[in-house]
């Protein structure tokens, strides 16, 4: 089933189109997004403008049309802010209904806040914390706390980075005068809400939408890290933001783009969302922000399949969002599951038996259980060389729970499961620094024999036991008769360990 989602932002018109493959599960299709800025000088003056009313009724007849190519089965379409406050929002809204065929939903700010966290519990792992999530918008900011179970608390604040725009009238820089008087705004507007925030108390602070999204790639930048694919999950400290905010408030315009991660049709109001968004943060009392790319959009998708029920096969499990992310990308890609739950079983028992000589981590685990569910899912494009093809696939999968370092060190595992192992001169591994280069050189090193275990795919050997000595490691397996091939794979592709534990391996039958 095909589900379109159709977000009218204040700044921006975004569209999600999705495929559910179950009840909790669906895969993206399409993402398309125009920065109309639909709410310039709606909050100064309560009309859109001419402007923004026909380039916002052209950009949603666009989707529209796009939508129905995919063979979407039905349009969720939400309004915002900017619609809500605009005399002729309802005028807006009726045009879409007539000439565009939709029927929007004028969503209230507290409806927003609930949406978006439900898209971000899909988005971020939040383990077992209450998390404070924060949504910059044009014309408002969402805050809600809540966890894997509830929505503790929810609410919107006219906060924004085009209703700021139009309280100081200037694009221009700021001075010390302009700034402290729009903090004294923004403490006096935020004040009750954050409080509240606070009691009922948080771990963590996710921020999304696309200013955020903005000023946290332009600090990874800053402070010398790549941003990769996606910064979801990503975590930048609150003093270098701060660093990048209080350059582009002193910027002009023309002159914003010259920050690393600030686009062109964002330099009008950048400097007044990063203002805000410092000033929430100092408010919560953090000094990390985790940075996430969900969206109104994904959570209209979420609820739009929780209200109406669909029967729709659950075709994945999983413990968690990165399990689930690992087992949805293992069956798109048409890859036995119970075979790599197998080699799963494998990896895990020569993780935890060498584990007094490896010295790796309970998250170095997760990452080997992670890897081994997708290792090969590049069969799918071509056998040859499909390690190749897995890495590929891992990195512009859009794996969900997973930040940008974890994905390469996925895709790297997956790239050397076999054939030649890490090396130096490979680009990739290359980049990483001395501590990534040796877990991925153990992972690898494991998952390779836990692969060659499984050579004829019948799932022969059931258990492994490691002896180990000063110059040597000995595997002994145990399971069905005829394991030889399993021997012969594993002991082949046994070098990379052996170089990492520096111990000679032997594998024999138990």
């Known amino acids: 089933m095909n589900i379109a989602a159709i977000d009218i932002g204040t700044n921006s018109i975004h ?3 999705v495929k559910a493959a179950s009840q909790h599960q669906f895969e993206v299709l399409v993402q398309e997004k125009e920065m109309v800025k639909l709410g310039v000088g709606v ?8 402007t923004a009313f026909h380039k916002g009724t052209e950009t949603i007849t666009r989707y529209v049309q796009l939508a129905d190519q995919y063979g ?9 802010s900017a619609t809500r406050e605009a005399k002729n929002g309802r005028e807006f809204l009726d045009n879409l209904i007539h000439d565009v065929g939709l029927s929007p939903q004028l969503i209230s700010g507290n409806e927003e806040a609930r949406l978006i966290f439900m898209a971000v519990r899909r988005a971020i792992d939040l383990q077992k914390d209450n998390v404070l999530v924060l949504d910059i918008g044009g014309g408002s900011t969402e805050a809600v706390v809540g966890n894997n179970e509830a929505v503790l608390f929810k609410n919107s604040m006219k906060l924004g980075v085009l209703r700021l725009l139009d309280k100081v009238g200037k694009q221009d820089s700021l001075n010390e005068e302009e700034r402290n ?3 004294d705004h923004i403490k006096e507007t935020a004040a009750s809400i954050m409080e509240n925030a606070k009691r009922i108390g948080f771990n963590r602070v996710v921020g999304t939408s696309g200013t955020i999204r903005t000023l946290g790639e332009a600090t990874l930048l800053l402070t010398g890290k790549e941003t990769g694919i996606t910064v ?7 003093k270098d933001l701060e660093k990048i905010v209080n350059k582009l408030l002193s910027l002009s315009p023309e002159k914003r783009t010259e920050v690393k991660g600030v686009s062109q049709n ?5 400097h007044l969302g990063g203002l805000l968004l410092v000033e929430l943060l100092k408010m919560a009392e953090v000094k990390e922000l985790t940075l996430s790319d969900a969206s109104l959009r994904e959570g209209l998708v979420i609820d739009y399949i929780n209200r109406h029920g669909q029967v729709l096969e659950e075709v994945v499990g999983g413990r968690n969002i990165k399990e689930r992310s690992c087992l949805l990308m293992a069956k798109r890609y048409e890859t036995d599951i119970e075979e790599k739950k197998h080699v799963c079983r494998l990896s895990m028992q020569l993780f935890d038996q060498l584990k007094e000589f490896h010295d790796l981590d309970e998250s170095s685990r997760d990452l080997l259980y992670h890897a081994t569910l997708i290792h090969d899912i590049g069969t799918f494009i071509n056998f040859q060389n499909y390690h190749i093809h897995s890495q590929y696939l891992i990195l512009h999968g859009r794996m969900r729970g997973f930040n940008n370092l974890e994905l390469k060190l996925l895709a790297l595992l997956a790239r050397y499961h076999r054939k030649a192992g890490p090396k130096k001169r490979h680009k990739e591994y290359k980049q990483l620094n001395k501590k ?7 992972l690898a090193g494991i998952l390779r024999i836990a692969v060659g275990l499984n050579k004829t795919k019948n799932q022969w050997v059931e258990n492994i036991f490691c002896l180990i000595d000063k110059n040597k490691l000995t595997i002994r397996i145990f399971g069905e008769a005829g394991m030889e091939l399993e021997i012969w794979e594993a002991q082949r592709f046994s070098n990379t360990l052996s170089k990492f534990l520096n111990k000679d391996i032997v594998i024999e039958k138990g």
């Not at 979801?232 to 609150?238: F, L, T």
């Open 181 to 183: 008087a729009l903090k």
């Open 43 to 50: 909050f100064a003056n309560k009309m859109l403008s001419k």
């Open 72 to 80: 979407v089965d039905h349009i969720i379409t939400a309004a915002t």
């Open 266 to 270: 964002r330099v009008d109001a950048i």
């Open 436 to 442: 990534e280069r040796r877990l991925v050189k153990g």
């Open 232 to 238: 979801n999950a990503e975590v930048i400290k609150v």
């Open 15 to 17: 569209m999600i189109i």
